[in-house]
């Protein structure tokens, strides 16, 4: 069965700490990963995306993520977290014609000063 | 990047009426759209794959008959739910990708509130 798995539900840390966020999926297929990021009542915005070539990518805003086939993960990470960073992060994996997303439960990011 | 645009961005009604929400691709056309359901405090979830000119296909589990899709034109697809009831109550957001692109983009999202 297709689906995405973040662990951890909630994660603070402090402003200018590093940040991981983790992102495990199951595809049957060659994933297409995503990680989108949500503001609180607002749409989604993309941070960045991986569909082939080097495992890791660089996105908006400073984060990264990097493709472990292996391990079936795709986990985000940012080195210096600022508090503007504070949203809720969903990974996503599709593929094939249709394009359709299956999404992770998301992770709830908060950032103390 | 490519933008899509939802209205209204919030809607109450009451328990019995039915509720349009719109989702337009304001610089791209779109032959397929995707309607998404969050709950509070959870994930997506797929609703349905709306076709320009076609029926929507819709996930397992979506009821057709509550959740109408219609998509008349190449960059607008609109969900109606009829007869709304207090648990369908959500956050509705649509998404679409431009020819030649990867990547899925949503709109700002509809919050539905049934009293």
């Known amino acids: 069965a297709q689906s995405v798995t973040q662990p951890d539900i909630h994660i603070t840390v402090s402003e200018g700490a590093s940040l991981e966020l983790r992102c495990n999926y199951s595809y049957g297929a060659t994933p297409y990963l995503f990680w989108y990021v949500q503001s609180p009542g607002q749409g989604l915005q993309l941070l960045l995306k991986?569909?082939?070539?080097?495992?890791l990518v660089q996105g908006i805003k400073g984060f990264e993520a990097e493709f472990k086939r292996s391990q079936s993960s795709f986990n985000l990470r940012k080195p210096s977290v600022h508090w503007s960073d504070a949203a809720e992060y969903f990974c996503?994996?599709?593929?094939?014609?249709?394009?359709?997303?299956?999404f992770g439960t998301g992770t709830l990011l908060a950032v103390q000063p | 990047g490519a933008v899509v645009s939802q209205h209204p961005s919030w809607v109450i009604c009451k328990s019995g009426t039915s509720v349009k929400i719109e989702c337009r691709s304001l610089d791209f056309q779109a032959t397929t759209m995707f309607w998404y359901r969050q709950f509070p405090k959870q994930s997506l979830m797929l609703m349905a794959t709306?076709?320009?000119?076609?029926?929507?296909?819709?996930e397992q589990g979506v009821e057709k008959d509550k959740f109408l899709i219609n998509h008349a034109s190449l960059t607008l697809s609109t969900l109606t739910v009829t007869s709304a009831h207090p648990e369908d109550s959500s956050f509705y957001i649509c998404?679409?990708?431009?020819?030649?692109?990867?990547?899925?983009?949503f709109g700002e999202g509809s919050r539905l509130t049934v009293l």
């Open positions: 991986y569909f082939s070539g080097d495992t």
């Open positions: 996503a994996v599709g593929g094939g014609a249709t394009n359709k997303l299956i």
């Open positions: 998404s679409a990708r431009p020819p030649g692109a990867g990547e899925l983009f």
């Open positions: 709306s076709n320009e000119g076609s029926k929507a296909t819709y």
